[in-house]
């Protein structure tokens, strides 16, 4: 069963910077999403097992950057220029199949951190 521990969220204001962690039980592919008051869940950022290949959600792109310590079993999500529109909560997700590609869908991972609330002050 994965097994994943989410660290690094809190309060900044609009502008600034947070990164997140995310510790995982094995290596897997790994992905960040998000949801906000009353919203649906949104995809955030993927990235590969080896750390080659990386996808972001188009509201993020040139902002967010994702990437891993595969010695320790960690990915993390570096935040910048960070809007009141990023307030959300930032779940970590990973996906054990071994399938081929990054998902951009909640159903393409099958373990799921606690979630850590971001919040961003204008």
């Known amino acids: 069963q994965v097994q994943l521990v989410e660290s690094g969220g809190g309060l900044v204001q609009a502008g600034g910077s947070l990164r997140l962690s995310c510790t995982a039980s094995?290596?897997?592919?790994m992905g960040w999403f998000r949801q906000a008051p009353g919203k649906e869940h949104d995809f955030v950022a993927a990235?590969?097992?080896?750390?080659?290949?990386?996808l972001y959600g188009d509201s993020v792109k040139g902002r967010f950057t994702i990437s891993r310590d595969n010695a320790r079993n960690t990915v993390f999500l570096q935040m910048n220029s960070l809007q009141s529109e990023d307030t959300a909560v930032y779940y970590c997700?990973?996906?054990?199949?071994?399938?081929?590609?990054?998902?951009?869908?909640?159903?393409?991972?099958?373990?799921w951190g606690q979630g850590t609330q971001v919040t961003v002050s204008s």
């Open positions: 094995g290596r897997y592919v």
């Open positions: 990235i590969s097992w080896a750390g080659g290949r990386t």
């Open positions: 997700a990973a996906d054990s199949t071994g399938r081929l590609g990054l998902g951009l869908r909640r159903s393409d991972y099958d373990g």
